[in-house]
C-alpha cells in the first residue's frame, strides 16, 4: 500500500454475501434522488431477480444485464482523473512481456545474498488511469488506493558457475472483475463507490451489484505473501489470488479450501515456531469482523466471529507467541450514513480506539480488550510478549489519509487536504487528541508508537518512539523475528515538501530503528520523552522508494538480527527512471552495495515481499 501514506490498499469491504442486504435497502434511499425520467426505468429494475452470482463474468450473459449496461451507458460518464506532472509516476505502465534480464549499474550483489524473488504489489489502473462517474445522481471518485493490481518481480538465480542471472518481469493480476473489464468489455464497467457525492456512490453500488454480483472490483493490488509453498496476491475487499511465482499468471482464487468466504486481510501473519496463518477478514455487514488461523500446511482453519458492533476498515493484525493482536480503530463503513447523505467510509475522530488480545484459537469471549487513545493504525511493527505484558509496536496517526478528506472539504479540494496535511515543515506539536489535529498543516503526519498492555493488570502504557522530525510509515522488520522480541524495525520515511507538493506521498528516505537504544529528550510543549535511536539512509534529491523488505542473509539464522539486506523500488523522477537498491542493513546510513537499472519505470505502489527458493512450487 504507496500512491499515499499507509494502505494501501483498502478497497471497499463489501462481498458477494453482502449483495442482497444492500440491494434490499437501496432502492428506497435511491428513489428519491431518480430523475422522473429514470424513475420507470428503476422500477422495472426492481422487479428483476437478484442472487450471489459466483462468476462475476455470466451475470453479463442474460437480457437484464444487457438493459442495465444500457441503462448505465446512457446515464454515467467516465471521466479521468488528472494527474499533475509532480504525480507522473503514479501513472500506469504496460505489461512488458517475457523475461527481461538486468545488469547492476553499480556494484554487486553478494554470493551470500538468498537466491528467490522480490515482488511488490502495487496498483496500476487500466484505461489509463484513476477514474470518476458524472451522471443525474452526482459524481463519484475512484480513490487513490483504487486500481488493478500490477506485480513487478525481480529474479534473483545463481548459474552453474555461481555468477548472478537477474531478471524483471511485470504482470497483472487477473481478476474475476479484470478480465471482465479487460477481455470481455474492453473498456471501464464498475461503477466508482468510494467516493462521492452520497446519491452517486448509493446508485454505483446498487447498479454494480445487479450487473456484476459484485458492488466493487477485485483489485487485489496491496500485498503479496507466501504460504505453504504457494505465493498469494491479496486486497482486503476479498479472497486472495494464487500466483505461479515462474510466469506471474494468475491461478486461481484460495478459499482455503472452501472454508473462508469472506474478504481476506492485506496483511496475513505467520505465528512465530508453528507457521500458521493468522487473518482477518472485515465486511460492511454482520459479521463485521472475522478472524482466522490457518494450519502451517494451508489445509484446515479455525474460524471465530468477534462480535464487532461497528464495520471498521482494520488493515493490519499482530501475532505474538501465544496471541493474536486486533487492531479496532474508528473508520467505519456505514451503509446507513451513505443512505442518509453522509459519508460511506469516514474517520470518526470522536469514536473509540481499542486494540484487543486474542488466545491463538480462541473465540469472542477469550479477547481481552484494551482501551487505547483515539487514533489511526494502519500497520503494525510488530508484537511481543514480555513478562506480563503483550507490546504492540505501530505506526500512529490521528486521522485516516483513506478515503480522504471528509463531506466538508469536498472531492474537488482534496489536492489541498492532502498537501495540507503532508506539510510537516512546522509539525513540532504533540497533538494527544483527534480534537484540533486539522487546525495546522502536518495532519497525516505519522509516529512509530508503542502499546503495553498488561494481560493481569488491565492497564495500557502508551507513548511515542519516534520524534516529530520525520513521518514514517509502511514498517518492516526481519522476518525471522515476527512475534518475537526484537532489536531492530524499519520505515519508508515520508518526504514532506514532495508529498505536500505533490499531494500524494512520496518517501525520500528509509530509516532504522534501534528499539533497545533510547535517549530523553524535551517536546516542543516541554514534556519529556524518551525516544529511540533512528538512523536514515536517504536517497538523492528527487528519488523516492516504496515496497522496501528486509531480505536475511542466506543462512543467516542464529547471527545478528540486521544480518542482512534492505530491498526497495527507487524512482528517479528527474531521469524517470526505476531502480532497485540493496542496502547492508547493518552498514545501514552508507551507499547501497548494488543498484540494478529496470527496463522501464515502476510506478509508485505498496507492499512487497521477497520468496526464497526452496519456498516456490
Known amino acids: 500500500m504507496q500512491q499515499l501514506m499507509a494502505v494501501p490498499s483498502c478497497a471497499l469491504q463489501v462481498n458477494g454475501s453482502f449483495q442482497t442486504h444492500f440491494i434490499s435497502e437501496s432502492f428506497n434511499h435511491l428513489k428519491t434522488s431518480l430523475s422522473s425520467a429514470a424513475k420507470p426505468l428503476f422500477r422495472e429494475l426492481q422487479q428483476l431477480p437478484i442472487k450471489k452470482v459466483n462468476n462475476v463474468s455470466e451475470t453479463m450473459k442474460n437480457t437484464s444485464g444487457k438493459m442495465l449496461d444500457a441503462l448505465v451507458n446512457s446515464m454515467f460518464k467516465f471521466v479521468d482523473q488528472p494527474l499533475l506532472p509532480s504525480q507522473k509516476n503514479f501513472a500506469p505502465v504496460e505489461e512488458i512481456g517475457s523475461l527481461v534480464e538486468i545488469k547492476c549499474t553499480e556494484g554487486e550483489i553478494p554470493p551470500d545474498f538468498a537466491e528467490g524473488v522480490y515482488i511488490r504489489n502495487g496498483n496500476n489502473p487500466l484505461f489509463g488511469g484513476l477514474k470518476s462517474a458524472v451522471s443525474i445522481f452526482g459524481q463519484s471518485h475512484q480513490c487513490w488506493v483504487d486500481g488493478e493490481g500490477m506485480l513487478h518481480a525481480v529474479y534473483f538465480k545463481k548459474d552453474q558457475h555461481g555468477s548472478w542471472i537477474i531478471s524483471y518481469k511485470n504482470r497483472y493480476v487477473e481478476t474475476e472483475t479484470f478480465k471482465l473489464e479487460k477481455h470481455i468489455h474492453n473498456k471501464p464497467c464498475f461503477l466508482p463507490v468510494l467516493q462521492g457525492d452520497a446519491s452517486a456512490v448509493l446508485a454505483a453500488l446498487l447498479l454494480n451489484g445487479l450487473r456484476f454480483g459484485a458492488v466493487n472490483k477485485y483489485f487485489s493490488n496491496t500485498n503479496v505473501f507466501e504460504h505453504s509453498g504457494r505465493v498469494y496476491s491479496v486486497t482486503e475487499n476479498y479472497l486472495p489470488q494464487e500466483v505461479d511465482i515462474s510466469t506471474l ?3 486461481s482464487d484460495w478459499d482455503v479450501n472452501g472454508t473462508w468466504d469472506r474478504p481476506f486481510t492485506g496483511h496475513p501473519k505467520k505465528a512465530p515456531s508453528s507457521g500458521e496463518l493468522v487473518i482477518m477478514g472485515t465486511d460492511a ?14 489445509k484446515k482453519l479455525h474460524k471465530a466471529d468477534l462480535k464487532f458492533k461497528r464495520s471498521v476498515l482494520s488493515h493490519d493484525i499482530g501475532v505474538t507467541q501465544k496471541y493474536n493482536v486486533i ?3 474508528p473508520l467505519t463503513v456505514d451503509i446507513q450514513r451513505l443512505a442518509m447523505g453522509g459519508q460511506l467510509m469516514k ?14 484459537y480462541g473465540d469472542a469471549e477469550s479477547v481481552k480488550w484494551f482501551e487505547v487513545q483515539t487514533s489511526c493504525t494502519f500497520h503494525i511493527l510488530n508484537c511481543f510478549e514480555e513478562g506480563d505484558e503483550v507490546v504492540v509496536r505501530g505506526c500512529r496517526a490521528l486521522t485516516s489519509l483513506i478515503p480522504g478528506p471528509d463531506d466538508d472539504v469536498g472531492f474537488n479540494n482534496k489536492f489541498e487536504w492532502f498537501s495540507k496535511g503532508f506539510n510537516f515543515a512546522h509539525h513540532t506539536k504533540d497533538v494527544s487528541s483527534a480534537d484540533d489535529i486539522f487546525a495546522e498543516p502536518g495532519y497525516l503526519f505519522s509516529r512509530v508508537y508503542e502499546w503495553r498492555l498488561n494481560m493481569v493488570s488491565g492497564k495500557v502504557e502508551e507513548k511515542n518512539l519516534t520524534g516529530t522530525e520525520f513521518s514514517m510509515e509502511f514498517p518492516f522488520i526481519n ?28 518517501f525520500g528516505s528509509l530509516a532504522k530503528l534501534y528499539l533497545e537504544e533510547s535517549y530523553a529528550t524535551t517536546s516542543a510543549e516541554g514534556k519529556c520523552e524518551e525516544l529511540i535511536k533512528v538512523e536514515y539512509h536517504k536517497f538523492e534529491e528527487n528519488n523516492f522508494c516504496n515496497g522496501s523488505v528486509f531480505v536475511a542473509r542466506h543462512g543467516g539464522k542464529g547471527m545478528e538480527e540486521d544480518d542482512g539486506w534492505i530491498v526497495t523500488l527507487v524512482h528517479n523522477e528527474e531521469t524517470d527512471v526505476t531502480q532497485v537498491h540493496v542496502i547492508d542493513a547493518s552498514r545501514f546510513g552508507s551507499e547501497a552495495i548494488a543498484k ?15 520468496v526464497s527458493m526452496p519456498s516456490q512450487s
Open 596 to 610: 540494478l537499472t529496470l527496463p522501464q519505470r515502476v510506478p509508485y505502489g505498496f507492499h512487497g515481499t521477497f
Open 347 to 360: 474517520y470518526e475522530k470522536e469514536g473509540f480506539a481499542r486494540i484487543g488480545v486474542m488466545p491463538r
Open 327 to 329: 487492531i479496532d480503530h
Open 479 to 506: 522476518d525471522q523475528v515476527t512475534g518475537l522480541k526484537h532489536k531492530y524495525g524499519y520505515t519508508q520515511v515520508v518526504d514532506s515538501m514532495a508529498s505536500s507538493t505533490c499531494g500524494m506521498g512520496k
Open 285 to 298: 455487514k454482520k459479521p463485521y469482523y472475522v478472524l482466522g488461523v490457518i494450519s502451517a500446511d494451508g
Open 249 to 251: 499468471e494468475t491461478l
